[in-house]
């Protein structure tokens, strides 16, 4: 039997050392770059070790108790992980930055606005809502704890206009996540909270029976018609890859997708769109994409793209 090689005490404490070093690292990795205090002790910093990272620079002090890891430059989302953390044990980012992290408006660095039943107050930087909600309204997007889409919504309704509601409704529409019977159910919770008509007469609306789901489809519905009426009609809302369509002509294996005027303001809906056509594509889809600009200025190019796209056969004939 082969001796254990021998092992100092020194040895077993760097290498300790060293996977504490590296899964504080990787914990940072995983959630945007930051990290919170009471993670760090989970991880057997003490008092003394955290302060001595922030003497050094690898911890920097961005809320009271969260710091970032190896630098203070944090992205959107790093800032938005940061404010939650800050706020403890069950807070979420809610309202404007969950609308803004879910993609239905343009995102804004401070305040960042954040929900729990018992949150601390008084944090730079955060407007901390104090709210109960249940597990169905809270979830995890881009590994950050926020409200689902629709909490957002309910709660978007208590602090925007009415305009600013109906387009962000919109977008989710067009983004694929609304889920009309979850949306109800938190309406019908919230009772007669603030918005909450406003919301209601949006889901009235999209209730009602329609040929297309939104004005922007019944745009491009017009314009084929007009312009490319002689070729065959694309079949609407159909489920691909677990994913709703706007048009699909299926011998051509031809997708086109309907990019609203707001679009490109929002990261998140253009990674999520992105994502999206980068499956179609690895599935053996064409997936293109129609901004209302492109249809009101350039119909007949428009019109030209697509009936050359038409002309192939998705086995090349």
């Not at 011998?251 to 303001?265: A, I, K, T, Y």
């Not at 209302?292 to 190019?301: G, I, V």
């Amino acid at each position: 039997m082969r001796p254990k090689p021998h092992t100092s005490p020194v040895d077993v404490r760097v290498e300790s050392q060293l996977e504490r070093e590296w899964a504080v690292l990787a914990l940072a990795d995983r959630q945007h770059g930051v990290v919170s205090r009471r993670q760090l002790e989970r991880l057997g910093l003490g008092t003394e070790a955290i302060k001595k990272r922030l003497r050094t620079g690898r911890l920097h002090s961005v809320h009271r108790g969260v710091y970032a890891v190896g630098h203070n430059r944090l992205n959107m989302r790093g800032n938005w992980l940061a404010a939650v953390l800050a706020c403890g044990d069950g807070a979420v980012l809610s309202h404007r930055s969950a609308a803004a992290l879910w993609g239905l408006m343009r995102a804004r660095w401070s305040p960042v606005e954040v929900t729990s039943a018992h949150g601390r107050m008084g944090r730079d930087g955060i407007y901390l809502h104090r709210s109960p909600m249940s597990d169905d309204e809270r979830t995890v997007e881009s590994r950050i704890p926020a409200t689902s889409l629709p909490r957002t919504l309910r709660d978007l309704a208590e602090v925007v206009d009415e305009d600013r509601l109906r387009r962000a409704f919109e977008e989710a529409d067009r983004l694929k996540l609304l889920r009309m019977p979850a949306l109800e159910q938190v309406c019908e919770r919230a009772g007669r909270r603030k918005g909450i008509p406003a919301l209601r007469r949006l889901i009235a609306t999209a209730r009602e029976p329609v040929t297309t789901r939104s004005p922007f489809e019944n745009r491009f519905a017009e314009f084929y018609r007009e312009h490319l009426g002689d070729l065959p009609t694309p079949r609407t809302n159909v489920l691909i890859l677990d994913h709703e369509v706007d048009a699909y002509w299926p011998p051509q294996r031809l997708v086109v997708e309907m990019d609203s005027w707001e679009f490109h303001g929002h990261r998140a809906a253009f990674e999520r769109d992105r994502a999206r056509d980068a499956a179609l594509q690895a599935a053996g889809y064409r997936a293109i994409r129609l901004t209302h600009r492109r249809l009101k200025a350039e119909p007949d190019a428009v019109a030209t793209q697509l009936r050359a796209l038409l002309a192939v056969k998705a086995n090349g004939g």
